[in-house]
């Protein structure tokens, strides 16, 4: 059976494009039904319209309230009967009611090594610690910003040399690996989540 992923997007889309391109082989065990945003005019939504796959915007200024915007973006994804959401550059909290339609089925990508330097600039304050392993975390999201359960983490070097730009591209080209690695794992192989533990099988 093909599992359903809805991916949500707000940039360039490249984790969308890693999971489509993965998708594109039978024996990943998923394809990409829908990819919603939270803006319009974005190359992550252009790469999903390129490969025909159906997108929705759910902008939060559209909305009276932050809980009717939840409750929106809530109803795309449904109509699309997911197995699993995952986040990929979303730069949105979502809300409880998402969370509670689909508990332990939303995931995000994020471009550190959590519990470290959650947020916006995971990279820059990678840079700015002087840490020498920067990375990417996939985790299942919870109500806090970047706190869900790890399902997968990746390392790689911090160089001498390196600026903001060249040491997130590091990342991001392993965090696609990863991503593309642990969601096709939890799509044929099902997960676990044991408190703060997730395992894979
Ligand atoms: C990823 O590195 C993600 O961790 C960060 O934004 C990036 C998204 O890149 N929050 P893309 O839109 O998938 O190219």
């Known amino acids: ?3 359903n992923l809805v991916v949500l997007v707000s940039g360039s889309g490249s984790n969308l494009q890693a999971l489509m391109d993965a998708c594109a082989d039978p024996a990943y065990g998923a394809r990409v039904v829908a990819v ?3 803006r319009h005019g974005t190359y992550g939504l ?6 025909g796959i159906p997108t929705f915007v759910q902008r939060v200024k559209d909305h009276p309230t932050r809980d009717e915007w939840d409750a929106a973006l809530t109803a795309d994804i449904a109509a699309y009967e997911p197995d699993l959401i995952v986040s990929a550059g979303f730069l949105k909290i979502c809300g409880p009611r998402l969370l509670e339609a ?3 089925r939303y995931i995000n990508t994020h471009n550190s090594l959590l519990p470290a330097f959650p ?7 990678a840079l700015n610690a002087g840490v020498k392993l920067a990375g990417a975390t996939l985790f ?3 109500s806090g910003i970047d706190t869900g359960p790890i399902v997968a983490q990746c390392a790689v070097p911090v160089e001498d040399d390196d600026t903001v730009e060249t040491l997130t591209e590091r990342i991001k080209e392993a965090e696609r690996a990863q991503l593309v690695e642990a969601v096709g ?3 044929r192989d099902g997960w676990k989540v044991d408190g703060r533990r997730v395992r894979l099988g």
């Open 1 to 3: 059976m093909t599992a």
């Open 185 to 187: 794992r939890m799509m």
């Open 36 to 38: 919603g945003a939270d």
């Open 102 to 104: 689909y508990p332990g």
């Open 46 to 51: 252009e790469r999903a319209q390129n490969a």
């Open 140 to 142: 299942i999201c919870d």
């Open 119 to 125: 947020g916006m600039n995971g990279p820059g304050e």
